[in-house]
């Protein structure tokens, strides 16, 4: 097949990248799916991009990928077309940096319809594009079925890194009383419900009528203590479920499903909810992070895999940093941080790991601390308030 692509700069821009030299174009080129790949970068420079089409299991175009390059750095976005209360929606689902796609070297149709897998249609088969293997008809069903949801639970891998170092600094902090420590209600949720009730558990410190008829905290003093999970709030966590579109046309729950879900309950009652990117640039940004859980914000982050922190074994000058890693999408609360830098005998410094404190959705973890020093892919953050 002889691939069509669709070449469109900002208007205005005249560059010459890795992809040849682009002349301007006028932003009426410019098409929702352009409109939303450009949103969800949110940068500054110029960017230059071309794109290619995506297929799904039916060999129907359901989505694009994105290769850019701005400020001196390249990379690729893959975006789908999904479904939301009967709208046609493009969400950008992965972004990397400094990276070539294996789409790239397809060369038949490049299938995708769930996170992390690159799939290729020829010869009347499908091929994984890092292996090189033919795929069944019932792991593609399976596949599809995952979809672009988040779901929270799969197998886990302890993983082990070691540092040596001779002096280290760290900074930490947290929002004061953390976040409300609730958990899936089974049979009927997954992770991205229970992230949206921690947070409307949160706010309804502030908010009173969020959860009518229910305090989600109590006071010793000036001490907040959160409530446990209780009826009240699985009634909350089941709403979402609903409101949110989860297990509707995949398992779990979309980004899009997430944030309308939110937005309808807390409309409902008679609050306004905002939320802002905390991204830049399509990779996550821990200053924007910073700010917002010291200004009370929590975060939530939209994980397409992940590792919470067990362990960290500190011997005489050496760090092992025990984690527990998953490869599957999750949605976790952020409340916190904390970042050390290590220095060598000469003052100079050598490594730097910072770990995100998020309230996680599971029993007995409830609040812990999230590894993501390239082991764990933040897809999207957002930064939220109820007011």
């Known amino acids: 097949m002889k691939k069509k692509f669709i070449i469109c700069l900002l208007a205005g821009i005249v560059a010459t990248t890795s992809f040849g030299v682009y002349g301007s174009a006028n932003a009426e080129c410019l098409d929702e799916v352009d409109i939303a790949f450009l949103e969800f970068m949110d940068v500054e420079e110029n960017i230059s991009y071309i794109r290619s089409p995506l297929y799904n299991e039916n060999l129907e175009q359901n989505g694009w990928q994105y290769k850019f390059q701005y400020n001196n750095t390249y990379g690729f976005a893959l975006i789908a077309n999904i479904i939301e209360n009967d709208i046609q929606i493009y969400e950008v689902e992965e972004v990397y940096y400094e990276q070539e796609s294996l789409f790239d070297k397809c060369t038949g149709l490049p ?70 420590k609730y958990s899936a209600v089974e049979g009927a949720t997954n992770c991205a419900n229970v992230a949206g009730s921690i947070v409307i558990g949160y706010y309804d410190r502030f908010c009173e009528n969020l959860i009518p008829n229910f305090q989600s905290y109590r006071k010793i003093g000036t001490t907040v203590i959160y409530k446990l999970m209780s009826a009240e709030i699985g009634d909350i966590v089941t709403t979402l479920k609903d409101l949110m579109g989860t297990d509707n046309n995949q398992l779990g729950t979309t980004f899009t499903g997430f944030q309308s879900g939110m937005i309808e309950y807390v409309q409902t009652h008679g609050y306004r909810y905002n939320s802002e990117s905390v991204l830049t640039g399509g990779n996550f940004d821990f200053s924007k992070y910073k700010n917002s859980v010291k200004n009370n914000k929590p975060v939530a982050l939209f994980l397409n895999n992940y590792a919470f922190l067990n362990q960290i074994q500190e011997n005489n000058g050496q760090d092992v940093i025990n984690s527990e890693h998953t490869t599957i999408a999750h949605v976790v609360v952020g409340c916190g941080y ?18 995100l404190k998020v309230a996680s959705g599971f029993t007995p973890k409830e609040i812990c601390y999230l590894n993501i020093n390239s082991v764990s892919k933040i897809d999207k953050a957002i930064s939220v308030s109820i007011s």
Not at 338 to 355: D, F, L
């Open 111 to 180: 299938v995708y319809v769930t996170f992390n897998q690159y799939i290729e249609y020829k010869s009347e088969s499908y091929f994984d594009l890092i292996s090189g293997d033919e795929l069944s008809e019932e792991f593609i069903a399976a596949s599809v079925e995952k979809g672009f949801g988040y779901t929270g639970t799969g197998s886990k891998t302890d993983i082990s890194e070691t540092i040596s170092y001779s002096s280290r600094t760290e900074d930490s902090y947290s929002i004061k009383s953390d976040l409300p």
């Open 338 to 355: 904390k970042q050390h830098i290590y220095y060598n005998s000469s003052g100079q410094k050598i490594a730097e790991r910072t770990y």
